[in-house]
């Protein structure tokens, strides 16, 4: 018997499905929703260290910036009095087309919920992987004219090692305390996914996940861990995860949010 997470929600429908009212926008790290004329826009909202309110809207979508001594009522507040020019903006970006992924010196992938900018290196020798981040850097041991193929393959090998490593540690520090032993970690590529957990302790979790904020990859190792002794999503299921994750709920509703199209 296998338990399975599903990438948007247990029964497996997308978001949209289930909320009746698809975000008409939606950041690919977005942690809020509002609603502003009657769009639902899921945005990005982060403190930060400066004097005022700041929105900006990219080909990505809307991204809020807050001090943090300003309440969060306040700044959606302010982001609501702004309605007009955050959509005007969405709506001119949305008539762009959106530009894919270019694979070379300079662009931008995900870890651990930042953005790590690629930096190509033919003079390092980098143990193992072929890679090695350095702050927000991830410098890779490729000439610059590597093409675009080896270097997303020699970028992917260096996400799936980090993958394996930090999911290894977090299930070690969350069995415990869901009071279960696992056995095998598969690292999965399936498309529809997150994870999965078998009777026999093996469990498999996406190795996009650690593109994703740590908090995110968190609920994922935990969920599965709790199948481990609840094979199922029933009430004594949900109550075990919040037992070790108080918080579950708001990290589920994030993790619905990412779809893996917009992983590069
Ligand atoms: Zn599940």
Redo the contacts with the bound molecule.
């Keep these: 018997m296998a ?3 599903a990438l948007f929600d ?1 029964a497996g429908h997308a978001p949209a499905a289930r909320a009746g009212r698809p975000a008409a926008w939606r950041h690919p790290r977005a942690n809020r929703e509002c609603c502003l004329e009657n769009a639902v826009v899921a945005y990005e909202f982060r403190r930060a260290r400066r004097r005022t309110i700041g929105l900006v809207v990219n080909a990505q979508g809307l991204s809020v910036r807050a001090p943090a001594w300003v309440p969060e009522a306040e700044v959606l507040r302010f982001l609501l009095s702004k309605s007009a020019w955050v959509l005007d903006k969405l709506r001119q970006q949305a008539s762009r087309p959106a530009p894919a992924m270019v694979w070379r010196d300079g662009a931008v992938v995900d870890f651990l919920g930042q953005p790590l900018t690629l930096s190509l290196d033919p003079s390092h020798r980098f143990e193992g992987a072929g890679a090695a981040q350095v702050g927000q850097r991830l410098c890779v041991a490729l000439p610059q004219d590597c093409g675009a193929e080896r270097l997303r393959e020699a970028v992917h090998a260096w996400l799936q090692a980090q993958a394996q490593a930090w999911f290894v540690r977090r299930l070690d520090h969350f069995a415990p305390q869901v009071g279960v032993r696992w056995s095998r970690l598969r690292l999965s590529r399936a498309t529809t996914r997150w994870g999965s957990a078998k009777a026999d302790g093996s469990i498999a979790l996406h190795w996009r996940l650690i593109q994703l904020a740590p908090d995110l990859i968190d609920y994922v190792v935990v ?1 599965e861990l709790c ?1 481990l002794r609840e094979m199922n ?1 029933g009430p004594a299921f949900w109550r075990l995860v919040e037992q070790v994750l108080p918080d579950q709920a708001q990290r589920r509703q994030a993790l619905r949010r990412v779809t893996l199209l917009t992983l590069t």
Aim: hydrophobic share 30%.
């Design positions: 338990a399975q997470l247990d969920h199948h999503h």
